[in-house]
């Protein structure tokens, strides 16, 4: 029951913190941000590409529907750094509002606490991307395939790899008392090697193993199979299996060295 209630108090602080503290130009800017990478990939795809795609390309994605492989890289993109930008910073938030002792004192635990962010910025991202349906509709992005129940396996899975990763990126940021380089380096890492704008393939072959290692490139991969081939989830078991070992792992490794860390952040506050 006391889980229950840090559940739902830190839900309603993340909204009541939204509403009060954050302006509406990061709601604009996000919706900016998905149509301008539209708008580009439309201008590239029509002028440049003159509405084709190569062999080699549909032979690697499974689509010629290049426009949607973009969106859904770049939707995917978004969220997750919407929800790890705002999951992981939680932490170093609290230090720097000079609540941190009373939350490190306060016997809570630190696996409800983090979910709650994390289920309060999943229906923040989600309304955001409600607003954006009409800018979809202006560039003529369809979903043929769309399946409900698989796409709501795929997010859930994804979002327990997200929440691991949030983990490990709140103790880096924490132990560092920094979260721009971090954050942002991480950011770039998952843009450039996730498979967001173009097939993994295209990378030199070490980088591409390496980015077998980040969640992203399987939730991008299962959501793309899902979407625009109609893919079972029977069918890719491996990215299913892999980003649920993930989400094991890293949020074994996040909440074991949590303490460490946070007994660290304590100290350094102390002097």
């Known amino acids: 029951m006391k889980n229950v209630y ?17 302006p509406r130009s990061f709601f604009i800017g996000s919706l900016f941000t998905i149509f301008y990478t539209l708008l580009y ?19 690697r994605t499974g689509t010629s529907n290049y426009m949607g492989y973009i969106l859904v890289g770049i939707l995917v993109y978004s969220f997750t750094v919407s929800t790890l930008l705002n999951v992981s910073r939680s ?4 230090k720097r509002l000079g609540t941190l002792e009373s939350v490190m004192l306060a016997p809570y635990n630190r696996g409800f606490y983090f979910l709650a962010y994390m289920v309060a910025q999943t229906i923040h991202t989600f309304c955001e991307l409600i607003f954006a349906i009409p ?3 202006i560039f003529g992005v369809k979903f043929p395939y769309f399946h409900l129940g698989s796409f709501i396996i795929v997010l859930l899975i994804s979002l327990f790899a997200f929440l691991g990763l949030s983990l490990l990126l709140a103790n880096i940021m924490l132990y560092t008392r920094d979260t721009y380089i971090s954050q942002n380096t991480l950011f770039t890492i998952m843009f450039l090697i996730c498979g967001i704008n173009f097939p993994i393939e295209y990378l030199p072959s070490i980088v591409a193993k390496i980015s077998y290692f980040i969640p992203v490139t399987h939730s991008v991969k299962l959501f793309r199979s899902i979407l625009l081939r109609g893919s079972s989830i029977s069918i890719e078991a491996n990215s299913i299996w892999a980003l649920l ?7 074994t490794i996040g909440l074991m060295t949590m303490k460490k860390v946070e007994k660290i952040a304590l100290e350094n506050i102390e002097g």
């Open 41 to 59: 990939s439309h201008i590239l795809y029509n002028n440049i590409f003159d509405g084709q795609v190569d062999n080699d390309f549909i032979y």
């Open 135 to 137: 800018i979809l509709l």
């Open 6 to 22: 840090v559940f739902k108090a830190n839900i309603y602080k993340y909204f009541l913190t939204l509403h009060r503290a954050y």
């Open 245 to 251: 070992i993930q989400g094991v792992i890293y949020t």
């Open 91 to 94: 932490l170093i938030t609290e």
